[in-house]
């Protein structure tokens, strides 16, 4: 796991392995089981001599392997889950985490507020490109418009608060995340005077972050401030 190159083929087929055993050890463990191999794998995951070829590659596994844990009622296993992606904090941990956030096909809250919660953290270490901070700020976006538990909400916003704060994001993605995020805005003041459930939470989650000019670029800014005042009257 030191190695500083890709991993060989055998190497990738005992990290497969590896993990295997290791979602099988998480299904059957009792709840301190269940804390303890998590943690076990955050120390790991903690070292500066693991390699980022080993994170790639376990990251790859790892969603295969515990994906399973994040698709029932049990939400001891998928918090444990959604903190170990967290920390694993590749491309594909956080599309794992995205895939627990929409309401049409996860209809536990518990377990969409647990995703939802190490959301920020995973998408602010993930080694992603400014297309890829794109593409997660508009797929956020659609389910936060869809949420109707605000702290899910919230937690989604701050993830796109997170990408604006990324140091050397290339201007053209700034500019579309931005615009992601005033439109959300748009949309949660248009929908709110219909009133809905959704609405108001995605209004709720998105206010605060209106006033803070570090997080929208300056010509959207003037436009969050408008919309802030002119909302009663979208």
Not at 66 to 78: I, P, Q, V, Y
Not at 108 to 115: F, G, Y
Not at 196 to 216: C, F, K, N, Y
Request: hydrophobic share 45%.
């Amino acid at each position: 796991m030191a190695a500083k190159q890709a991993l060989t083929a055998e190497q990738r087929k005992t990290v497969a392995q590896f993990v295997e055993k290791q979602a099988q050890q998480f299904a059957d463990a009792d709840p301190a089981e269940v804390v303890q191999i998590r943690n076990d794998f955050l120390a790991v995951l903690k070292k500066p001599t693991t390699a980022v070829g080993f994170r790639h590659d376990y990251g790859v596994e790892f969603v295969k392997g515990f994906k399973k844990f994040t698709e029932g009622d049990d939400s001891l296993r998928a918090t444990n889950a959604f903190i170990m992606a967290r920390f694993l904090a590749t491309a594909e941990s956080v599309d794992f985490l995205q895939d627990s956030l929409d309401p049409d096909t996860q209809k536990n809250i518990a377990v969409r507020i647990s995703a939802s919660a190490q959301l920020p953290k995973a998408v602010a270490d993930a080694p992603l490109t400014g297309p890829q901070f794109d593409a997660i700020a508009k797929r956020l976006a659609a389910t936060c418009r869809k949420e109707t538990d605000w702290i899910v909400a919230a937690h989604e916003v701050d993830a796109i608060v997170h990408m604006l704060r990324e140091d050397g994001l290339p201007t053209a993605q700034a500019d579309a995340i931005a615009g992601t995020l005033a439109d959300l805005a748009r949309g949660s003041a248009r929908s709110e005077n219909s009133s809905g459930e959704q609405s108001g939470v995605a209004s709720r989650a998105i206010t605060p972050w209106i006033w803070d000019g570090s997080l929208i670029a300056a010509h959207n800014m003037l436009w969050a401030l408008w919309l802030l005042w002119a909302r009663p009257y979208l």
